[in-house]
């Protein structure tokens, strides 16, 4: 799928991801991982700001975002958040930043789209200074074989119709990276993957 394409999938999800931040989904594993994140802050494909309810007020935000409405609801969302907040429309694939840039970055739900997520996550390793974090929740293949097998039937139409894979291996990807893996916690038959690296 070309990344035009991808896009508008995106953002024809918007008001959908503004409704689940409304209702802080997934919140008990979001505040897990992500009340971790400190000083300069990277959220790539930050989407609506599901995750803004969990930041710290001191943080410094730069959001990261290919679609155009979802960006709009993101910047719409951090009104109401005490953090400062700046906003780019970019995608994570083809930006460029300069190395050590960040203290945190985060990832939240976004590997399943990248085109190669190993090349994104060697991107976190130079822009994210050396005693750093990189935090990541993601979903993946599950654990649960019965499951794994219906997330691999089903990632065709899933990829075609929301645009994200169903049954990457989350955990392969981490490790073929130039990340230090510190702590992995995997959820809800092993499908959630909460991750926490360093450069």
């Known amino acids: 799928m070309d990344r035009q394409s991808l896009m508008k999938k995106f953002d024809k999800q918007a008001r959908k991801y503004d409704k689940r931040r409304k209702k802080r989904h997934g919140n008990q594993f979001r505040q897990q991982i992500f009340q971790e994140a ?5 959220e790539v494909a930050i989407g609506s700001g599901l995750n ?17 409405e979802m960006l709009k609801t993101a910047q719409h969302a951090a ?35 990248y085109e190669e997520p190993v090349d994104v996550l060697n991107n976190f390793q130079k822009w994210c200074n050396p005693e750093g974090k990189i935090l990541m929740l993601e979903h993946g293949v599950s654990t649960n074989k019965c499951f794994a097998g219906l997330q691999k039937s089903l990632n065709p139409l899933a990829f075609r119709v929301v645009g994200c894979h169903q049954n990457r291996n989350i955990s ?3 490790e073929k990276s130039n990340l230090k893996l510190i702590k992995e916690e995997r959820y809800l038959a092993g499908y959630l993957y909460l991750i926490w690296a360093t450069p």
């Open 38 to 42: 400190k000083g300069k802050v990277l």
């Open 52 to 68: 803004f309810p969990f930041y710290s007020r001191d943080i410094e935000l730069t959001g990261l975002d290919f679609s155009q």
């Open 79 to 113: 009104k109401y958040y005490p953090f400062k907040a700046t906003f780019i429309q970019k995608d994570v694939e083809t930006i460029e930043f300069s190395e050590n840039s960040f203290d945190t970055i985060i990832s939240s739900a976004s590997l399943c789209a």
């Open 172 to 174: 392969e990807i981490v």
